[in-house]
């Protein structure tokens, strides 16, 4: 499957509903199911979205990234049926031997433009040529154009395609304004904009004590 999906689409459970359900909790060899992602920030993310539904139909499922202790890892992803990794810890593992790719029957890449981006496009072909060449490809990607695109179609076998696009409509109704201050004036102004008419307001600051 080849998905062109912007961010906050609800990808993660378009992916993985499906996946966990054809996942057998008592199946031989793990894991079943592999999930690459560009950054920590996002493996945590959809280990965090699919862990209850997971754990209601008894899979393990565990995230693998850089900067923790690699033992801990190693034990869980050996253990676990999906496990979610970023490309650079996962070839870590891999290389120390215990993990093994060979049951993998679900390949999602997510946010797969980002990885190529960032430069592990080697470390993502390495992975995936440790995958059974028989399994379930899913590449998630904001475009199919260019390097994604052919390297999709690299990775997949026939693919179902889908687009989202995003909502223009939302996009257009938003107004900016600038306004120009006095350094220490801006405080007050602030305060005068938050106490006008609105409901949230999302406030960006450069420091810690500008926040306080």
Do not use: W
């Amino acid at each position: 499957v080849l998905a062109k999906s912007p961010t906050g689409s609800g990808k993660t459970l378009a992916f993985g509903v499906p996946m966990l359900d054809r996942i057998d909790a008592n199946g031989y060899g793990r894991p079943t199911a592999l999930v690459l992602a560009p950054t920590r920030e996002l493996a945590s993310q959809i280990v965090d979205e699919l862990y209850p539904l997971a754990h209601a139909r008894a899979l393990k499922i565990t995230t693998v990234y850089g900067g923790v202790g690699i033992t801990k890892q190693e034990r869980d992803a050996v253990n676990s049926h999906i496990v979610v990794a970023t490309p650079g810890r996962l070839e870590d593992l891999l290389q120390r031997g215990k993990l093994k790719l060979k049951n993998v029957n679900f390949l999602v890449l997510d946010e797969a433009d980002r990885m190529l981006d960032m430069g592990f496009r080697p470390a993502v072909d390495r992975i995936v040529a440790k995958c059974p060449r028989e399994r379930q490809t899913v590449f998630l990607s904001a475009t199919l154009d260019g390097d994604a695109g052919r390297i999709a179609r690299e990775y997949t076998s026939n693919p179902a395609e889908h687009a989202i696009e995003p909502d223009v409509g939302r996009l257009e109704a938003i107004a900016h304004r600038f306004i120009a201050v006095e350094r220490d004036d801006r405080l007050s102004l602030l305060v005068r904009e938050l106490r006008a008419d609105r409901d949230l307001a999302l406030v960006f600051v450069r420091t810690k004590h500008g926040a306080d």
